[in-house]
């Protein structure tokens, strides 16, 4: 993962810079009082498959897509590194995500580059995604994004793990995600809830251990 505090930056202004007046004047590339869903995250390319690297165009056409940054609609966060410069693109509901390695010249003719990998459609679908976007077309969602019921289940497993982590017993996670009244008709080894909480917590220690990372590929399957 590369986060705005991470990537090496090149020389010149850092948009997300802030100052720490109580420890010493220190620059942040990212304000610490925010949250950290509020900071943008720069995730690398190869490891997040909706991420559309864009390079030199060798083929250009007279409709071919052109690199015009500031005629795309929404917000725009950058972050120039010394591997070149990501873009978060967001406008609406919608977002984008930009590598440009070389970063070309404004309305340069750019393409993108689709390494013919296990992850080679879902690129494919960005790229074509992200072409409807720059053109001004209406795009409402992103392809394959994770169902409401899908991150459900993931928010559960993740305080699952969080608890187990933290010392608590099966039961008492039970107790917190299922609530009591639940558990009270049957005895707890033979409670269903009881696998279901095993399950949870196994689960959330395999997305600790980078079954996360399936989910930045765009993969479908989601982890048991």
């Not at 053109?135 to 392809?143: F, N, Q, R, W, Y």
């Not at 459900?152 to 497993?157: D, L, Q, S, T």
């Amino acid at each position: 993962m590369r986060t705005a505090m991470e990537a090496p930056s090149a020389p010149g202004p850092r948009p997300f810079a802030t100052t720490s007046p109580g420890a010493g004047g220190c620059d942040f590339l990212v304000d610490p009082d925010l949250n950290a869903d509020e900071s943008p995250v720069f995730w690398l390319p190869q490891l997040h498959s909706t991420t559309v690297v864009l390079v030199a165009n060798p083929i250009a056409t007279a409709d071919t897509l052109r690199f015009q940054p500031d005629h795309w609609r929404g917000k725009r966060i950058e972050r120039r590194a010394e591997d070149g410069l990501f873009l978060i693109l967001i406008n609406g509901t919608s977002e984008y995500r930009l590598w440009l390695p070389d970063p070309p010249s404004e309305g340069a003719s750019v393409a993108a580059l689709i390494p013919l990998d296990h992850s080679a459609e879902i690129r494919a679908a960005a790229a074509a995604r992200f072409r409807v976007y720059a053109l001004a077309a209406e795009v409402e969602h992103s392809p394959r994004a994770p169902p409401r019921l899908s991150l459900a289940r993931h928010i559960g497993r993740l305080r699952a793990l969080d608890a187990h982590l933290d010392g608590a017993s099966y039961r008492s996670i039970a107790d917190t995600l299922f609530g009591r009244s639940r558990l009270a008709n049957e005895p707890w080894k033979t409670c269903s809830l009881r696998d279901t909480t095993i399950r949870l917590v196994r689960t959330g220690m395999k997305l600790m251990r980078g079954g996360y990372l399936e989910f930045l590929r765009g993969c479908s399957r989601q982890a048991e």
